[in-house]
């Protein structure tokens, strides 16, 4: 008789968006759980290794996860790791940016994907601090 399925089933958290968490006092971003432990950070790239509007993406230990270029029309390419090898795997176009909503569309990188179709949907209330992501009509993340 074969075993159930021990495929571990992920379990959500709530994580917390912080430019001012104690453990990251120069301004980057940090996504911190419910206990305050710091699970993810946005860090900067220094002005010798590429132009300011660029970001990485690293793990609690400091592992870089993706790397995040700006390009000239506003949009986002997401690379893999540090971004030295080039391998997007994601972009991201910002459709509406007002003081009350923003409404960001995400593609994911295929070789022989030519849909102009979003994958990922984000909208976003900054005042409020909130947003929601969306596959499809269907929410996945909030």
Excluded at 6 to 14: F, N, V
Excluded at 108 to 129: C, H, M, W
Aim: glycine share 6%; with cysteine.
């Amino acid at each position: 008789m074969d075993a159930p399925n021990s495929d571990p089933i992920p379990i959500p958290i709530d994580l917390f968006v912080s430019k001012k968490h104690e453990a990251h006092k120069n301004g980057d971003s940090c996504f911190v759980d419910s206990n305050g432990d710091t699970i993810y950070k946005v860090n900067r790239r220094s002005s010798s290794q590429s132009s300011s509007g660029n970001r990485v993406l690293r793990d609690a230990a400091g592992t870089p996860l993706i790397s995040m270029h700006r390009d000239h029309k506003g949009s986002w390419q997401c690379y893999k790791g540090d971004g030295e090898s080039k391998d997007l795997i994601f972009r991201v176009q910002r459709t509406k940016n007002t003081l009350t909503r923003t409404e960001l569309e995400v593609f994911f990188v295929a070789e022989n994907k030519e849909d102009s179709t979003p994958d990922l949907k984000v909208k976003g209330f900054p005042f409020q601090r909130a947003c929601t992501i969306y596959k499809g009509n269907d929410i996945v993340a909030q």
